[in-house]
T-cell receptor
Framework: GNSVTQMEGPVTLSEEAFLTINCTYT??????LFWYVQYPGEGLQLLLKATKADDKGSNKGFEATYRKETTSFHLEKGSVQVSDSAVYFC??????????????WGLGTSLAVNP | GAGVSQSPRYKVAKRGQDVALRCDPISGHVSLFWYQQALGQGPEFLTYFQNEAQLDKSGLPSDRFFAERPEGSVSTLKIQRTQQEDSAVYLC?????????????FGDGTRLSIL
């Protein structure tokens, strides 16, 4: 079946530290991969995506590379800011019956960045 | 509107009551998804519409859950005879077309509490 496993939080970092949030997946077919972010009190927002192997998604200083050989899509940022404090979700989509591309989600990783 | 709109933001109901949750997707978006998110968890898929057709309802947890999208735009998720385990945040998402890598755009969700 299809599943996403991401590292458990909470993750606490100091401002300007390097961030890695690990995400691995299992999937039948050829999934697209996503990172979504949920800031406190707000809805889920797409952070970045990659649709095929070796693609790199990037946005707001965050990056993730679609690694088919290791079935991974780790999220990285070189220098985090207090404003990056949020919950980060890794997700995949594959084509299902009924032309459905529902998202399969990880449990989320809470990040707190201290000044 | 500019984004996906859900109402109400918060709903409190007594066990056994029926509730209806509304989703107004981004105008012109073909695909509409409902997800359920329990506290501290990632979202779980409930059901999927392509225009007015409900193509996948495999995630609905019981026959007490019913969703419709009669004109291919606004959707309603109805829960009959609510139970305490129905307490969760219900998320609606829409995407423009059906296709690999199409991001889903989320509303802020409806937080349902069953007393």
């Amino acid at each position: 079946g299809n599943s996403v496993t991401q590292m458990e939080g909470p993750v606490t970092l100091s401002e300007e530290a390097f961030l890695t949030i690990n995400c691995t997946y299992t999937a039948t077919g050829y999934p697209s991969l996503f990172w979504y972010v949920q800031y406190p009190g707000e809805g889920l927002q797409l952070l970045l995506k990659a649709t095929k192997a070796d693609d790199k998604g990037s946005n707001k200083g965050f990056e993730a590379t679609y690694r088919k050989e290791t079935t991974s899509f780790h999220l990285e940022k070189g220098s985090v800011q207090v404003s990056d404090s949020a919950v980060y979700f890794c997700a995949l989509s594959v084509l299902n019956a009924g032309n459905n591309r529902k998202l399969i989600w990880g449990l989320g990783t809470s990040l707190a960045v201290n000044p | 509107g500019a984004g996906v709109s859900q109402s109400p933001r918060y709903k409190v109901a007594k066990r056994g009551q029926d509730v209806a949750l509304r989703c107004d997707p981004i105008s012109g978006h073909v695909s509409l998804f409902w997800y359920q998110q329990a506290l501290g968890q990632g979202p779980e898929f409930l059901t999927y519409f392509q225009n007015e057709a409900q193509l996948d309802k495999s995630g609905l947890p019981s026959d007490r859950f019913f969703a419709e999208r009669p004109e291919g735009s606004v959707s309603t998720l109805k829960i009959q005879r609510t139970q305490q385990e129905d307490s969760a945040v219900y998320l609606c998402a829409s995407s423009l077309v059906v296709g690999s890598g199409q991001p889903q755009h989320f509303g802020d969700g409806t937080r349902l509490s069953i007393l």
